[in-house]
């Protein structure tokens, strides 16, 4: 399996992005799905997992701001992410299984 992850970018303190992850196989739709993030010299941090029947759960600094949802027809999962702040700078990497995808770079200025 093959996960790409897509839309990070530059943005300002309490703007949005929408993070994507497309997986090359529908196995998706069957299992967990998890977004991480990393920052150098810092441990990958667990940030939101979204289950198969679509249960959420997020660690505690990003509840209410970030949303993760997933399209089943499309293979995709997504982390919205809103009111960001210069903590949440960081590389954010999708996990599927044993899979990763290669990461997505945010940075948030303030």
């Known amino acids: 399996v093959q996960l790409q992850a897509s839309g990070g970018g530059l943005v300002q303190a309490g703007g949005s992005l929408r993070l994507s992850c497309a997986a090359s196989s529908s196995i998706l739709k069957f299992t967990e799905m998890r977004w991480y993030r990393q920052t150098p010299g810092k441990q990958r941090e667990w940030v939101a997992t979204?289950?198969?029947?679509?249960?959420?759960n997020y660690v505690d600094s990003v509840k209410g701001r970030f949303t993760i949802s997933r399209d089943n027809a499309k293979n995709t999962v997504y982390l919205q992410m809103n009111s960001l702040k210069p903590e949440d700078t960081a590389l954010y990497y999708c996990n599927l299984i044993s899979f990763w995808g290669r990461g997505t770079l945010v940075t948030v200025s303030s």
């Open positions: 979204i289950t198969s029947t679509g249960t959420t």
